[in-house]
């Protein structure tokens, strides 16, 4: 039988009954001590209620929230995927011999901070490579292209503009959602000596890897590929090659030793789709192209269809979307063997 935890209002009546029955009289007056005693009551049983249904949810895998999802996934040993700093290379322009000490930081135009980890000594002017990471965690850090960032500190002999050429690796706290749904899955798919489930399970291990496919005997007997992808990386969600060699890495350490594993990254396989909305504000074309990655990475594999009217209903259901037409595409949208749809660049009507 499901009990249904009363509300603030309930428990006042209930206490406002309660004192009044066990004092024989009919109602409270008006402000009276008795009112407020009442009140307080009710309050501090409502609290109660409150810290009793939130610990009921620590109670079960699916429900806890995040202390005690980090020990529930402990116990079936799965670790939360911690975050970490992007790393990569700055250029700083010598206009003299100087000294680059390590811990020189560098600013960025979006407030994006770097410090350098090693120590330059150069009497070569012009343009000086250095070794930088980022000063917090965070997908923020990473750059593909290069970005100018300022010295925080003057240094003799060197420009106080400089450039971030590239940096990667950075990335947040795995979110409580992805930490869930790999805990469910290692409860409802226990290892099975490298059944198909456990090399998605394995490849999901990596920090950034948000979606894995397996294909057994994929180049032949005793051979398995497997495919990933970096939903939630800038420039994703098709992954680079250091983080292909990660999850190799990975895979080679758990894989049973008769297999042959291979990780790839799936080939893009961009759609641009041309919309006609209603109204169209920058607000709501955020709004639908949010939708349609949404939809994208529940429903794109591999090789896979992504349907016509999947794309609309994603389109309509975008907070602000009023009406709309898709002119294009006009029929369903099939992926080739090894390819994953992904969203292209939109053009907008209206």
Known sequence: MAFNRPSLEELNTRTDTQ??????????LRRSVLGVVSRVLAGASHLLHGHISWAFKQLFPDTAETTYLDRWASIWGIDRKTAAVAEGYATLVLTAPAVIPIGTLLQTAAGVRYETTELIDAETLGNTAVAVKATETGEAGNTSSPVVANLLSPIAGVSSAGT?????????DEADSQLRSRLLARIELPPHGGAE????????EVPD???????????????VGVSVVVDDLVGGPIPDGAKIAEVQAHLEEVRPVTAIVTAFAPVAAPIDPTIELVP??????AAVEASLQDMLKREAVPGGTILLSHIREAISIAAGETDHDLVSPVADVTASTGELITLGAITWQG
């Open 280 to 285: 169209n504000n920058a607000t709501v074309q």
């Open 209 to 223: 890897i948000t979606r894995a496919w397996v294909f057994p005997e994929n180049t032949g007997a005793g051979t």
């Open 164 to 172: 971030i050429t590239s940096a990667a690796g950075g990335t947040s």
């Open 19 to 28: 004192l009044a029955s066990r004092l024989g009289i009919a109602a409270f």
């Open 197 to 204: 489930s456990d090399y998605e399970m394995w490849a999901l």
